[in-house]
């Protein structure tokens, strides 16, 4: 499976702005699928992940109520829809996936990554 996101850019604290994690391949629909995140100087972290029917979802705390995840199975493609952002969401977003579950914060049970799509929100 490989992994392509886009949907970043720059936007004012309080705004929003919609992620999309295409892939390529047919088993699409066999993993579940997250996004993670890396702020500069920090080590990169778990945001929200989504199970293979899209029927549950997992959020971080930092995250929960702002942005929501969804996927398309037949579009093979994964969603973050994130709003009221601040300045904190600034980092480079990545989407992996991985065939365990919706749930996994560990980045290393992740069996492939997207390339990352730079989100920056100013203040």
């Known amino acids: 499976v490989q992994l392509q996101a886009s949907g970043g850019g720059l936007v004012q604290a309080g705004g929003s702005l919609r992620l999309s994690c295409a892939a390529s391949?047919?088993?699409?629909?066999?993993?579940?699928m997250a996004w993670f995140r890396q702020a500069p100087g920090k080590e990169r972290e778990f945001v929200a992940g989504?199970?293979?029917?899209?029927?549950?979802?997992h959020f971080a705390d930092s995250v929960k109520g702002r942005f929501t995840i969804s996927r398309d199975n037949s579009k093979n493609t994964v969603y973050l829809r994130m709003n009221s952002l601040k300045p904190e969401d600034t980092a480079v977003y990545y989407c992996?996936?991985?065939?365990?579950?919706?749930?996994?914060?560990?980045?290393?049970?992740?069996?492939?990554w997207g390339q990352g799509t730079q989100v920056t929100v100013s203040s």
């Open positions: 992996a996936a991985n065939r365990l579950g919706e749930r996994l914060l560990d980045e290393k049970l992740y069996d492939y």
């Open positions: 391949g047919r088993t699409f629909s066999e993993y579940a």
């Open positions: 989504i199970s293979w029917t899209g029927g549950s979802t």
